[in-house]
């Protein structure tokens, strides 16, 4: 069996809505590292946590008019290093 691979930038930031919602509909958050691991399998390398961060924020505006309920997901489900949300200070 073959690893799907993302090869668009939209097909990226589809896949970080849809994780987005099935990890926050089991109440789960996971760190832009462990992001960017699921995307290096899913054959995407972000080259740091920085680069990870503006894609999540690409994914974040995507999903923005598409669906709310996703938009939201994503922004309470992607964590910094610490375990704290990227945009909470």
Do not use: C
Not at 16 to 24: K, M, Q, R, T
Not at 52 to 73: C, E, F, L, N
């Amino acid at each position: 069996m073959s690893q799907e691979t993302l090869s668009t930038q939209e097909e990226i930031y589809d896949f970080i809505g849809e994780l987005a919602i099935a990890l926050y509909s089991k109440k789960i958050r996971i760190s832009l590292g462990s992001l960017r691991s699921i995307l290096q399998d899913k054959g995407k390398d972000y080259s740091n946590n920085r680069g990870m961060a503006t894609g999540v924020s690409a994914a974040y505006r995507r999903w923005k008019d598409k669906d709310p309920v996703v938009y939201h997901a994503i922004a309470y489900t992607f964590t910094d290093k610490d375990g704290n949300l990227a945009w909470d200070k």
